[in-house]
């Protein structure tokens, strides 16, 4: 069962960690591990496999060339994501420790750990977000007749309509009819009408009732706020029993998303003009491949959809037993990750190939991005559809399973990586306290985005909290501390002592010299095309300020600084000359039972004693025994 516990005596602990044992009972000492293996896959691939599966990558496929863009795709995949992928779920099992808790390992790079969660508390204040709106949509589907199906509610507009004319080629060149938003919006300056789709004018003026700009925040809607506070309750009860809720909750939310996408593939297909959208979602444009931002885009996203550099694969990690086959399972995970990519590109295409036919328009002018895709252009292709309250309750709640266990995973994260510095957390019910304090607290920080201006504030976070930045400095910092300060042929030997023998040779080629120079290489491309962020939305594009930008650039400057900062307080901290410190910032503290037997029999242990009776010291990362 999932609460069964793995514990191993502190006596085993190095000179260093006994130095440092926290005091307590053997309940606060004591971890729970994973009551079975799949628990721990199911876990993986609910955080894992996320919303931008689901919109994310289809549209990144589409605007990057189609087929052609699966090359980058598949090249940052195999010498990227996929070797730190590996790296954070061995590093977390083989220390049983979260994300701040496992950097003993190399307690110089502990910065990474603190790094890693404070991008994980960002990540699960504006996730859950989405979740919200879904939910909004899922409640309202609820009707005869979708509220976004047609233009006599509240907050339409005279521009309202239904009935789109796409514009002939005269009056183009002639400069009658101009495009405003690619999702069924568009201008007749001769006639100055605005013909705007019924369901941009719901997402726009009544889920959002949006303001001019993050200067205008405006009120709480107090619709939303109350969709996110039943959010947030589900997800309080889905984790505050940590492994034992988490671990059961995943078999239906992990699972159930691929029933719905089957049986949304089976309907789109069916439908009239989905061979042209499939076509030109796989057809390949391979002079894109000549361009930086294909791969650019490739790299983000392999980085983003693997949920890497947030320390919550390494939490995951750490419930799994210290002799758990993790390498199959990883690669079964990783596996199923991108086929879901490709597989929701299917689902997505079908849909839209059938809409462009439907309104007469190409199919780029309905492709959108992000909350576009599933806010705008999927809630009017379900309109379309016989049916259309059931597909959409359907549809919704596949989306809210989707981000569900990515919400909680990433909370059980880190939660998990405070608990593991606070271990009298776990005694009686301090833990469900303390999550129930952190979900409220959360909860009134996302108030702030279901204000008049709260997708403004939503846009900064998606956009810099969490972003492609923040996540590729922390893959650079976790190869830099185990591949050349820990030693990649010891990790090799650690992780070759937990499962019984060495993974591929690849991975080490990976962590040693690949994966950073493609983190650094993507980072510089990133830099040299950065642009001020904006907001496109059917009326034109909104600009943000440059207060509102430099907030932003605080939450990942805040995140990155906490490796440097805390490298500099530890180097401060130890005694002795410049060479000493180095030796004891750099120096493992390990439990008896993760020392190989040539640092056993270095430090005089017999390799078979399960209790010795010295404790021994942990072996430093400057003398190796190879």
Known sequence: MAGKEESFPDDMTGADTALHKPEGSEAEKQRPTWGHKVDFILSCVGFAVGLGNVWRFPYLCYRNGGGAFLIPYFICLVAGGVPVFFLEIFLGQF??????GCWKICPIFQGIGFATTVICFLLNIYYIIILNWAAYFFGRSFTSLLPWAHCDNPWNTEFCTTNFTKPDADSIVNGTN?????????????????????????????VLNMSDGVEDMGEVQWELAICLL????????????????????????????YVMLTVLLVRGVTLDGAADGLFFYLNPDWEKLKDHKVWIDAGTQIFFSYAIGLGCMTALGSYNKFHNDSYKQSILIATVNSFTSLYSGLVV????????????????????????????????????MPLAPLWSCLFFFMIILVGLDSQFVGVEGFVTAVVDMIPTLR?????????????????????????????YVFQIFDYYSASGISLLFMSFFECVAIAWIFGVDRFYDSIALMIGYRPLPWFKIC??????LITVGIFLFMCATWSPMEFKHFTGTYYFPIWAESIGWIMVVVAILCVPVTAVVKLCQAEGTLRERWRQVTTPQLHY?????????????????????TPPPPYSSVTQYD
């Open 95 to 100: 220390m049983s420790q979260g994300g701040i």
């Open 178 to 206: 101009a495009t405003i938003d690619g999702n069924m919006t568009a201008l007749n300056t001769t006639n100055t009408t605005l013909q705007i789709s019924p369901v941009v004018e719901f997402w726009e003026n009544k």
């Open 230 to 257: 039943c959010v947030w309750v589900v997800v309080y009860f889905c984790v505050f029993k940590g492994v034992k809720s988490t671990g059961k909750v995943v078999y239906f939310t992990a699972t159930f998303p």
């Open 349 to 384: 295409f079908s849909v839209l190939g059938f809409m462009a036919k439907e309104q007469g328009l190409d199919i780029k002018d309905v492709a959108a991005s992000g909350p576009g895709l599933v806010f705008i252009a999927y809630p009017r292709a379900l309109a379309l």
């Open 427 to 455: 005694r009686g019910y301090n833990r469900e306290f303390f999550i129930a304090g952190i979900c409220a607290f959360n909860f009134l920080l996302g108030l702030t985005m279901v204000t008049n201006g709260g997708i």
């Open 511 to 516: 962590w040693l010299v690949l994966t950073p």
């Open 593 to 613: 039972h993760q020392l190989r037997d040539k640092d056993k029999l270095a430090q005089g242990l017999s390799i078979d004693s399960s209790d010795p009776s």
